[in-house]
């Protein structure tokens, strides 16, 4: 192959994730969770990473907020610069401090996020307490006013009311709030809208976007569904085995995708013009991460997969037009 391995290129970027490794220790052995994964977002963008379960989405943001349980979790190597400071660098106070006034996170259940036995009130009120120093008098004021801003009907009657009272659709908008409480510059929202039904979890991801673009924020969207981020992201990182293995702009990606995995995430998403047909599916599991297989991690469930995919590792390959894709047969796979 003649394609050059697709270089990192600086840019004024809020977020830098520089060739970053977490492996876990088990009892087992050790679990290579993400492995050198490189990206960035800037002011005001949406990065939507995907992949299926066990591809190291999450990890990845859990090290880049600061909560990866440690141990049995364990940063072995890379980089994660916020706003130019190094994360990994700071102190535990000084990454706390980061946390919720720099950057948040929305979880993905919400009702095993919130606390059961505190009001949304106090909940969105202590950000204001702890951070801002505020009266519990005037939090509460500013709790109501997040309520109104993610549009929970009533919010000044509901605020004291407890998780359990509110819909998982309204919840979620309480994850969001929480999340929005000291306007960070970057917020991450790991698979935001899994338990809602489809019409909610729409209105969900318009309100991100809404409020993304209000406030100019960063917004990293972890999902494992291509169809939730279409009209929401401005680029996608696909990763697999904890590899980022394809990054281009949203459109591009859906309309020639570069890498065999991604073009089986699209196939595999539903189509109101294909009624009655069977949905199609990737053979195959995902690697288990004490054995991931040498050379590609994918050539075991690849339709391209070739001798040279079972023992060379593919690099990040430069694609035109400032894409990249993991995969030693990627003009293959962008135009078969």
């Not at 202590?126 to 801003?149: I, P, T």
């Not at 819909?167 to 409480?181: C, D, E, F, K, V």
């Not at 195959?284 to 994918?298: E, K, S, Y």
């Amino acid at each position: 192959m003649t394609a050059a391995p697709a270089s990192f290129e600086p840019s004024p970027a809020l977020l830098e994730v520089r060739d970053l490794h977490v492996e876990f220790r088990t009892r087992d052995g050790v679990a290579r969770a993400v492995n050198g994964v490189t990206y960035s977002v800037a002011e005001g963008e949406t990065l939507a990473v995907l992949g299926e379960s066990g591809s190291g989405k999450s990890v990845t943001a859990q090290a880049v907020m600061g909560i990866l349980d440690m141990p049995p979790g364990r940063i072995t190597g890379g980089e994660i610069l916020f706003q130019g400071r190094d994360l990994l660098k700071l102190k535990e106070d000084e990454r706390r401090e980061v946390r919720g006034r720099e950057m948040a996170m929305i979880f993905q259940d919400a009702l095993s996020s919130l606390n059961p036995v505190l009001s949304v009130g106090e909940q969105l009120g202590e950000m204001f307490v702890v951070h801002r120093g505020m009266s519990r008098k005037d939090a509460r004021n500013k709790a109501v006013e997040l309520m109104d801003r993610v549009r929970i009907p009533a919010a000044r009657e509901r605020v004291g009311q407890y998780p359990h009272q509110f819909s998982g659709g309204m919840r979620q908008r309480i994850m969001i709030a929480m999340a929005l409480a000291l306007e960070p510059a970057l917020i991450i929202a790991d698979e935001p809208t899994t338990a809602l039904d489809v019409t909610v979890q729409a209105q969900v991801m318009d309100l991100l976007a809404e409020l993304q673009r209000e406030l100019a924020m960063g917004l990293i969207l972890i999902t494992h569904d291509l169809g939730v981020v279409a009209d929401v992201a401005d680029r996608i990182a696909v990763m697999y085995a904890g590899r980022i293995v394809e990054t281009a702009p949203v459109h591009d990606i859906y309309k020639a995708p570069a890498h065999p995995y991604t073009k089986g995430l699209l196939e595999s998403i539903p189509r109101l013009d294909q009624k009655g047909q069977e949905l199609y599916a990737i053979k195959g599991l995902p690697p288990n991460l004490l054995h991931i297989p040498p050379g590609c991690a994918f050539h075991p469930r690849c339709p391209l997969g070739r001798d040279m995919c079972r023992t060379d590792e593919p690099p990040l390959y430069d694609v035109p037009d400032g894409r990249g894709s993991a995969c030693h047969f990627w003009q293959e796979a962008h135009h078969g």
